[in-house]
């Protein structure tokens, strides 16, 4: 699936069918609004291809395009807290929690659809954050956790683990763990962290 604009410089949506290996133009009645830098993930329960932020200008909402209905729907809660606005996030959707989580520039976030909100939970530990992050986060279905790999402002390329679970609160607390247990509720560890070359003068 892909945003983009057509030679019109209006929003075009296309869907990719890998099995006749070709692009098919959408034209659903309503379209999302054109951003660069957005994070992309795909939510299998609903069908939904996510996209969050984005720059140029700058998003801080959360677009769903739904296949089977063949339109975009806004997300984004109309109040509270939420996101700040621009591209360099990652995304992904956990499917056991049934909730979105994002990571990027202001730090780690939870979209639960139940409360169609956005909480920021805390850990004991954390991945740096920063404008430079541009982190890409995958959901391990079999582990139920998160993995997030970024370059931070040394040019390193980390990759952290995070678990998340609900409290009976519904709000979201951290802690560390050298392997992340079922019982946990939300560890975010390292894992493994390597050197990259510097940046091109």
Do not use: C
């Not at 290996?21 to 009645?29: G, Q």
């Not at 309503?30 to 939510?43: F, L, N, Q, S």
């Not at 509270?80 to 959707?93: D, E, H, L, N, W």
């Not at 683990?161 to 392997?179: E, F, I, M």
Request: charge should be positive; charged fraction near 20%.
């Amino acid at each position: 699936m892909s945003l983009g604009r057509d030679p019109n410089y209006s929003i075009s949506t296309w869907i990719y069918d890998p099995l006749r290996n070709v692009f098919e133009l959408r034209r659903p009645k309503r379209v999302a609004p054109w951003h660069g830098e957005i994070a992309a993930a795909y939510d299998g329960k609903r069908r939904y291809v996510l996209f969050f932020g984005g720059e140029y200008p700058k998003s801080d909402k959360l677009w769903a395009y739904s296949v089977d209905q063949d339109t975009w729907v806004d997300l984004s809660p109309p109040t509270g807290v939420r996101p700040t606005a621009g591209g360099g996030y990652g995304i992904s959707y956990d499917s056991a929690n049934d909730v979105v989580i994002i990571f990027g520039p202001s730090g780690l976030w939870i979209y639960d659809y139940a409360s169609k909100s956005w909480t920021q939970p805390t850990t004991t530990v954390s991945p740096q954050t920063g404008r430079s992050v541009h982190g890409k986060l995958k959901y391990d279905v079999k582990r139920n956790v998160t993995f997030l790999a970024y370059g931070s402002s040394a040019y390193l390329v980390e990759v952290w683990a995070y678990r998340y679970k609900k409290s009976p609160h519904t709000k979201a607390t951290g802690g560390a763990v050298t392997d992340p247990k079922p019982e946990s509720v939300i560890p975010a560890v390292p894992t493994a962290t390597s050197r990259m070359p510097p940046a091109p003068p």
